[in-house]
């Protein structure tokens, strides 16, 4: 098929885990292609009104190749084919992961309620292209109402929960007063509540229907009712259409022009 290229990787390790406490701090970044439409504070208008019907999504996702430099790890990440006209749009949602209560079955509370279709895939490495189909009523997106549709591809998931540890305190300025309260068992003033935050993350994009299943399942059951899901999208977009009316002075005794350009496109104004 020509809907995706491939690039030699291991895609074995698919989860990545990051914890955070006031003691340390271990973190694993996912690299991805830079995304072209971008600019300063939040955005002004509805960038859903750019949507694209689900036929023409279909023929346009695409998974390029990202070379590694010295920035990035580089990898597969998904593009667009019409290029110029389109852009792939990053989703970034939020949802509560609820757990099992009495009065749901453990399928609905853990459920995520989406239907998938692979548009690209059936490779021994897992690589492809999967997007959503549908929204099942009942499920956790459906139920939170964010912002998820058909013809989205599911980037990455994330469980994010909250613990709970103790830890030591540093010792004090001679160094001996928090070290003889911990040998002589006071411990008071010696131990410390440590709220600890702890990220759980899938990545599954330019991944087959299969192995976009099997990641979305190595993510951990659900231990609380704190804990949250963070959902990365990739959606396709028409490029925003800006119209610049141009004005000659008076002297040249030319009539004022309209041009549209498209976002990111460079051209030059002047007049030729």
Known sequence: TNAFVVLPNNHNNIATRTTRSNTRITT???YEAPVTFAGTGP???DM???NLP???IEQQWIANIVAK???TEGGIFLGV????ELFVDVVTVSLPRSSKSQSQSQSQSQSLGIGLVELAGGRSDGIGITVVSELIEGGLVDASGVDIMPGDSISSISVVRKNQSFVPTSTSSNGNDNNNDNNNGNGSGSMLLSDNQE???ARTECLGYDATV???RSLPPVQSNDEQLIIKVKRLRRKPIVTVNLKYPPSTKQEQQQQQLLQNNHRNLQHQ
Not at 81 to 84: M, Q, V
Request: no cysteine.
């Open 28 to 30: 694993s970044n996912l």
């Open 48 to 50: 859903n009104q750019y």
């Open 199 to 201: 990220t759980i993350t």
């Open 81 to 84: 084919e019409n290029n110029r």
């Open 214 to 216: 099997d990641a979305i």
């Open 69 to 71: 430099t010295v920035d």
């Open 43 to 45: 955005r002004q208008v």
């Open 54 to 56: 689900l036929d023409v």
